[in-house]
């Protein structure tokens, strides 16, 4: 046990990532601790209670048997829309909305980049993967403004959760767009895009986080099903 009194769990995670503590030895190394960790939490705590949000009215039919498998009591979801989605497939629903500050953060702190001065600047920000749209954005942002060199697209992002070194991270999301930028020409001669692109994969603080939404001039995200 972790301790001897009585614990809850509140858990955020899709309900099909909890079917990866029954298969603790297939995982990767740097996520077999941690959910062998949250496999114990699970098995030893008196209710837990889940966080989850869908975009659909329909709620995968083998949710319900992935929470009724591990005694999650209830579902908490942030809208009223999600309560009815979920009430419909069974499954025990309460609304707790996300929770915004009232305390607004606005101090800044430079991020270190190429110069961005006269240039427009679109920024997009999330996990890197198919979901998050990455690949139609920058066909997009490469066929629509080809050479042009007073663009810029700024992209904050990660690979996953669990990646520890950022120049592996990098190196992925370069090739990633070498070959999506490799795909989209300018001219007949096939001439390749040369719009700048500029990633970052460090974590960051609020603070610049908070600069890098200032220098933007557009916000830009092309997420599928979101």
């Not at 920058?138 to 520890?164: C, G, M, P, W």
């Not at 999301?173 to 930028?181: E, G, L, N, V």
């Amino acid at each position: 046990k972790i301790q001897e009194s009585d614990y809850s769990v509140l858990w955020h995670l899709p309900p099909p990532v909890m079917t990866w503590m029954e298969n603790l030895d297939r995982l990767p190394p740097q996520l077999k601790e941690s959910f062998r960790l949250f496999k114990t939490l699970i098995d030893n705590c008196s209710e837990n209670h889940s966080i989850t949000t869908w975009e659909t009215d329909k709620i995968p039919s083998y949710w319900k048997g992935v929470l009724e498998k591990h005694n999650t009591k209830i579902n908490f979801v942030p809208s009223r829309w999600n309560c009815e989605s979920y009430k419909k497939t069974g499954i025990e629903t309460q609304l707790l909305p996300h929770y915004i500050s009232p305390v607004e953060n606005t101090a800044k702190k430079a991020v270190k980049l190429p110069s961005l001065g006269g240039k427009f600047t679109f920024f997009a920000m999330s996990q890197w993967g198919h979901r998050k749209g990455f690949e139609p954005l920058l066909r997009a942002y490469f066929s629509e403004f080809k050479s042009q060199t007073d663009v810029a697209l700024v992209i904050k992002t990660y690979v996953d959760n669990t990646s520890k070194e950022g120049s592996t991270a990098f190196k992925q999301i370069a090739d990633q767009i070498k070959t999506i930028k490799a795909g989209v020409f300018t001219d007949e001669k096939n001439t390749p895009p040369a719009c700048p692109v500029y990633v970052l994969v460090d974590v960051l603080s609020r603070e610049k986080i908070n600069y890098l939404y200032d220098v933007s001039d557009c916000f830009v995200l092309a997420t599928r099903g979101e």
